[in-house]
């Protein structure tokens, strides 16, 4: 099954003297972890900064839209309102002038009624006069009849 041995894995132990010297070998491992490590660091400080602009920038944006949004919508409101009032104003104006247009029909009612009251009084009188003039005759031809031999 196995034939041959896996080959044993060797590493480099430091010295006491290269321990106590970080910078030693400016281009060995520890540098390259170094550099990436700033690397790293500057890259999410930019990423930050990036974020966080971006992040302003949706912040007024948004609010923009809420204000363009809120202005539409008040715009309608606006124009309802004013429409409201106008409508009142009318209604107003009608309210006087159907109360108007009673008070003138009263008035011809009243005159109207004053006019059929005369001419019924006239009739009244016309008929009177009509009785008082049969009367008239009426007592006439009596006394005629009377002094008639």
């Known amino acids: 099954m196995f034939t041959q041995p896996l080959p ?3 590493a480099r132990v430091l010295s006491p003297a290269e321990i106590e010297r970080p910078n ?3 281009s ?3 540098a390259s972890l170094l550099q990436l490590i ?4 500057q890259t999410s400080l930019k990423l930050r900064d990036e974020t966080e602009k971006a992040k302003n920038d949706a912040i007024r944006t948004a609010m923009r839209v809420s204000d363009l949004l809120v202005d539409t919508v008040n715009g309608g409101v606006q124009e ?3 429409n409201e009032k106008r409508i009142e104003l009318e209604s ?3 309210t006087a002038t ?8 009263h008035q011809w009612l009243a005159a109207s009624h004053a006019i059929n009251t005369a001419i019924k009084e006239i009739g009244d009188f016309e008929n009177w006069m009509k009785t008082m003039d049969f009367d008239c005759r009426s007592i006439n ?3 005629r009849n009377i002094h008639q031999p």
């Open 8 to 10: 044993v894995a060797r």
């Open 92 to 94: 107003r104006a009608l």
């Open 141 to 143: 031809a009596a006394i």
């Open 24 to 26: 030693a070998d400016p």
């Open 80 to 82: 309802a309102f004013i």
């Open 98 to 105: 159907v109360i108007r247009f009673a008070k003138q029909t």
């Open 38 to 41: 700033q690397d790293h660091h």
């Open 28 to 30: 060995g491992l520890e």
